[in-house]
């Protein structure tokens, strides 16, 4: 299994940054997919997740700015940020977890996000 992320990168705050997971899962559609990040001394937080019905859910502080998405026939995974600020910046993760577990069991290696 592969999650491999893509277009991070800098950006001035206020701009935007868009996200993609590539994902290598044979039975993509049954997986909830998230986005999660981890900035410097600071915990890794959940961002956002899709269930495998495509129903999204948004992190307070990313609310109104960030869009996940997906698309099953491609098997891929999208976050669209808008409106960036610095406390942003951190390293983004897609991640995946099969629709009866709870912990997500697929990471991907990760895109560094900075905001300046």
């Known amino acids: 299994v592969q999650l491999v992320e893509s277009g991070g990168g800098s950006v001035q705050a206020g701009g935007p940054l868009r996200l993609s997971c590539a994902v290598s899962?044979?039975?993509?559609?049954?997986?909830?997919m998230a986005w999660f990040r981890r900035a410097p001394g600071k915990e890794r937080e959940l961002v956002a997740h899709?269930?495998?019905?495509?129903?999204?859910n948004y992190a307070d502080f990313v609310k109104g700015r960030f869009t996940i998405s997906r698309d099953n026939a491609k098997k891929t995974l999208s976050l669209q940020m808008n409106s960036l600020k610095p406390e942003d910046t951190a390293m983004y993760y897609c991640?995946?977890?099969?629709?009866?577990?709870?912990?997500?069991?697929?990471w991907g290696q990760g895109t560094q996000v900075t905001v300046s």
């Open positions: 991640a995946a977890r099969w629709y009866r577990r709870t912990d997500y069991d697929y």
């Open positions: 899962l044979s039975s993509y559609g049954d997986y909830w």
């Open positions: 899709i269930s495998y019905y495509g129903l999204p």
